[in-house]
């Protein structure tokens, strides 16, 4: 009981074994100022203590700490071999953080659940960020920066390994939303490697993403950006995305009033215009549709590279000077994920990838840009192709097109669900694609599943064009072995398929679709496909309605890869006549041994009675490279009308 304090205005008596060495004046006065126990240790003070070996976590409160609230600063004051910073006080999030860069050392920064301004943070060995959540636990980058929120380690770098973030939100400038003016291409998560020179620099490695969601960025949520070195490793491999969310809200800017255009000079063109809100390059980034100048030239759908007030310079090496009023519509060209050149087995596992539309829509603002691109990048070599790139139980919704593959081998995407899209995976050869569209090295596409995946009814589904795999006809003779299996079409409001489960470019061999199904109003699982072997691939249609005359040879298509095509089609009296029939038929093809004809061996259809509706098929052998005609003959017709339904699919 010696030691117990039971007068705190009276002198105590410290012994050798308390907290305080009996050294010295071992007799102090508690309420003393001379006290050493209420001395206020000054910033140097608390900092060296703070640093020692043995305490390698800084735990700050706001700009009143010995750091200023700063987290870099509390990274520089930490021992060789790094240690936490604990961010989490509310002070903290009041102090503008500025650029974070670990260097050398293993970081990890605690964050609570409030809103935290960076302009960026770079990723280095070991550096985990860990928040309270993504609900209210925010990143927000600031409106300083001009590249990215967070930054790889660069191409000169070494590669960066064991990255954890975890449980927070990423905001762009303009906080959660993307409108009305984020069309700048600021991206969140930009790793670029491009510029190394081989794959030991630049890239990230063995690291993992858990609970991000990402807002309001004009440019990509998650950009892996791989080089050209040949050869494995990738530039970036053994990534994993687990339960993250990426939210791309990408719509039309206002129409902008154009007044003239410039003659083009080095590739661009200069519209002159009222470019609201155009100051120091906001549009960057942004793909402008021109309409309505006199000279053709200067129409079209054009990337912006600088923008002011009263100025647009769009890529367009055609330009001609032109005064005119015209229009220049820009579009978002946001991805939530872009996987570009050599990268090497990224994983996604139950990660959702949104353009948030109303129920039902899809959006149209971006044209032809995926949500995902996986493919090659511009001038990048013939070795600079994602490989091993595997998606599991992810949702990716509301965009015309879903998932672009442009180059690539091992790609797996299963137990995907997916709304609102016209088309769910388009397969292309060397148009790149989305940000920054500018093309892309050709590369060849192979070994693609898609199994056990979900579509909702509005998947596939554009007046005929649709599709859940689609072939661009530029991927014709590229594309070795693509297999659409298990999926399920869940449609109970409505009694028809998707447009097409494969559809696209003449002749794509090698691609299978295998026992899918539909569920249609009849509440029921139907098998749409079953037994495996080549799929058709739809190549071309013809649809005419009111005709009265024959319609003489019309050229229909170039088939771009030679083999069997199918034929099938239907004519239809639609106004009844006095007298007459009618028929179609393949005018003109060439087979091996040259140009020929054929006509269906079913017969004419009578133009005497309305309704009189007469089908046929017809297979023959097609050359590449040699266009294939189509006609309706009408005999004797007289006061007769009727339509032709046409459609050409290769067989393989």
Request: hydrophobic fraction near 35%.
């Amino acid at each position: 009981m010696a030691n117990v304090v039971t007068d705190p205005t009276a002198d105590q008596s410290i012994v050798s074994y308390n907290l305080l060495a009996a050294t010295g004046n071992t007799t102090q006065s508690v309420g003393s100022a001379a006290a050493p126990w209420n001395a206020v240790l000054n910033q140097a003070q608390i900092a060296t203590s703070l640093a020692l070996p043995y305490n390698q976590t800084i735990v700050l409160s706001g700009s009143v700490d010995p750091y200023g609230g700063s987290i870099q600063m509390a990274i520089d004051s930490l021992q060789s071999g790094g240690g936490i910073v604990d961010a989490r006080a509310f002070g903290v999030s009041l102090v503008s953080q500025g650029s974070v860069d670990p260097g050398s050392q293993g970081v990890t920064i605690l964050l609570g659940p409030w809103t935290y301004i960076f302009t960026s943070i770079t990723l280095r060995n070991d550096l985990h960020i860990v928040g309270s959540g993504a609900q209210n636990c925010i990143i927000k980058v600031s409106s300083q920066t001009t590249t990215a929120l967070f930054l790889g380690p660069g191409s000169a770098g070494v590669n960066v390994t064991n990255c954890l973030f975890e449980g927070f939100s990423c905001y762009g400038p303009d906080g959660q939303s993307s409108m009305p003016l984020n069309y700048n291409s600021l991206h969140c998560f930009f790793l670029d490697a491009s510029a190394a020179s081989d794959t030991l620099h630049g890239g990230v490695w063995n690291s993992v993403w858990r609970g991000v969601a990402v807002f309001g960025f004009g440019g990509c949520d998650w950009y892996f950006k791989g080089g050209s070195a040949s050869g494995n490793p990738g530039f970036h491999q053994y990534n994993s995305l687990y339960d993250c969310t990426g939210w791309i809200n990408q719509g039309l800017i206002t129409a902008f009033s154009l007044s003239a255009a410039a003659n083009a000079s080095g590739g661009n063109t200069v519209y002159t215009g009222t470019i609201t809100g155009g100051g120091s390059n906001p549009f960057v980034g942004v793909t402008f549709a021109v309409t309505g100048f006199d000279n053709a030239a200067n129409s079209g759908t054009f990337l912006c590279v600088a923008s002011t007030a009263i100025t647009l310079t769009l890529v367009n090496p055609s330009g001609v000077s032109d005064t005119h009023s015209a229009t220049a519509t820009g579009t978002g060209s946001g991805q939530v994920l872009r996987l570009e050149g050599n990268n090497y087995q990224l994983s996604f596992f139950n990660v959702t990838i949104q353009s948030p539309t109303g129920n039902g829509s899809v959006d149209t603002s971006s044209g032809t840009n995926a949500l995902v691109y996986i493919g090659s990048g511009p001038g990048l070599s013939a070795y600079s192709f994602p490989y091993g790139m595997q998606f599991y139980g992810c949702n990716v919704n509301g965009r015309e097109i879903l998932i672009q593959i442009d180059g690539g081998q091992d790609i797996s995407i299963r137990k995907t669900h997916s709304e609102m899209a016209y088309i769910f995976c388009k397969v292309t050869y060397g148009l790149g694609g989305g940000w920054p569209n500018s093309g892309g090295t050709p590369i060849p596409t192979g070994g693609v599943v898609i199994a056990d995946c979900s579509f909702n009814g509005n998947v596939g589904i554009n007046s005929g064009n649709g599709a859940i795999l689609d072939i661009d006809s530029s991927a014709v003779g590229n594309v070795n072995g693509i297999w659409v299996n298990g999926c399920m079409f869940n449609a109970p409001h409505q009694s028809s398929p998707p447009d097409n489960w494969v559809a696209g470019g003449v002749g794509a061999p090698y691609v299978l679709s295998d026992h899918n199904w539909i569920v249609t109003n009849a509440g029921t699982a139907n098998a749409l496909m079953a037994g495996g072997g080549a799929c058709p691939v739809v190549v071309a249609t013809v649809h005419l309605t009111g005709n009265t005359e024959s319609t003489g040879s019309v050229p229909w298509f170039t088939p771009s890869i030679s083999g069997l095509y199918r034929f099938s089609g239907s004519v239809e009296t639609t106004v009844a006549g006095s007298s007459g029939t009618v028929t179609w038929g393949i005018a003109g093809y060439t087979n091996r041994h040259g140009s020929s004809s054929q006509n269906p061996a079913s017969g004419s259809a009578l133009l005497t009675s309305a309704g009189y509706e007469q089908s046929g098929t017809v297979t023959v052998y097609c050359t590449a490279g040699n266009t294939v005609s189509y006609e309706a003959t009408v005999t004797n017709g007289v006061g007769a009308q009727y339509a032709v339904d046409l459609i050409a699919e290769y067989l393989g």
